[in-house]
């Protein structure tokens, strides 16, 4: 219930920021500019470093085409949002793999939520806090407002793999 309660704030949080849309903060901690709150597919893979590693990765990244085909029925309906840190390695590799999985996927633009945080893995107007997220990136999949699992940081086998273990479990 409580996961049901924090989905739905978070989603309320989302919406009443939804002006603040691929906002830039100067992040102290870092001494570097990093994007920050919602964010759209296309300003994280343009945004200076995850570019690079988006140009690097996404073409070399080739899911497993069995885990695609298991996976195309169970992913329909559902919704993801990724928080992720512009600044960290970990984001910059994984996010253009993960992205290539929902591409294979067919995963509509509108199901997938992008979560920008500074150093301390937060954002604006508590827009994460409840979340829990400890490192980042994180991949959260929702049916509805309940979660169902989460990728956090990296795959523990791969990204399809992983995603077709929680999904099916549901």
């Known amino acids: 219930m409580r996961r049901i309660i924090t989905l739905a704030l978070m989603l309320f949080a989302m919406n009443s920021i939804a002006q603040d849309l691929n906002q830039k903060f100067e992040d102290p901690g870092r001494n570097k500019t990093v994007l920050i709150n919602r964010c759209t597919r296309n300003a994280i893979i343009s945004f200076p470093g995850m570019k690079e590693r988006y140009e690097e990765q996404y073409p070399v990244y080739h899911p497993d085409s069995s885990f695609i085909r298991k996976l195309q029925p169970l992913i329909s309906g559902k919704n993801i949002?990724?928080?992720?840190?512009?600044?960290?390695?970990?984001?910059?590799?994984?996010?253009?793999?993960?992205?290539?999985v929902l591409d294979k996927l067919n995963v509509p633009e509108k199901n997938v939520t992008f979560i920008c945080v500074d150093g301390h893995k937060k954002a604006a107007s508590g827009l994460i806090d409840r979340l829990q997220i400890?490192?980042?990136?994180?991949?959260?999949?929702?049916?509805?407002?309940?979660?169902?699992?989460?990728?956090?940081?990296?795959?523990?086998?791969?990204?399809?793999?992983?995603?077709?273990?929680?999904?099916?479990?549901?």
């Open 81 to 100: 949002t990724v928080v992720l840190g512009t600044w960290c390695g970990d984001s910059q590799l994984q996010v253009p793999h993960f992205l290539k």
């Open 134 to 170: 400890t490192n980042v990136p994180t991949f959260i999949i929702l049916e509805k407002e309940n979660e169902l699992g989460r990728i956090t940081e990296q795959p523990q086998l791969s990204i399809e793999q992983d995603l077709f273990n929680i999904l099916q479990k549901k």
